[in-house]
């Protein structure tokens, strides 16, 4: 399956965005959906994901603020990201393990996050 991320933008601190992965196959038997994202001169760091079975989990920077979701009906997982901080200023990438290798990461999509 290949993802394509979207949903990226200029937004003010303490704002939110809805970043959206669109896969080009169904999402139901994928075992884990991921986020991840990397910011200018750092390396490409996890930040949330999303198993077969409804598992959530986000990285410690990421608790409170952020959310992934999937919508297995339209095959497309989300990250909703409230409270957004200049630090989470980054091009954020979806990737898929189907239990046997992951995804390319693809182009990814850009969040700004500036006054």
């Known amino acids: 399956v290949q993802l394509q991320a979207s949903g990226g933008g200029l937004v003010q601190p303490g704002g939110s965005l809805r970043l959206s992965c669109a896969a080009s196959g169904s999402i139901v038997s994928i075992n884990i959906l991921a986020w991840y994202r990397q910011a200018p001169g750092k390396q490409r760091e996890s930040v949330a994901s999303?198993?077969?079975?409804?598992?959530?989990s986000v990285l410690h920077f990421a608790e409170g603020r952020f959310t992934i979701s999937r919508d297995v009906d339209n095959n497309t997982v989300y990250l909703q990201m409230n409270k957004l901080k200049p630090e989470d200023t980054a091009v954020y990438y979806c990737?898929?393990?189907?239990?046997?290798?992951?995804?390319?990461w693809g182009q990814g999509t850009l969040v700004t996050v500036s006054s």
């Open positions: 999303i198993t077969s079975g409804g598992f959530t």
């Open positions: 990737r898929a393990y189907n239990g046997a290798y992951w995804s390319d």
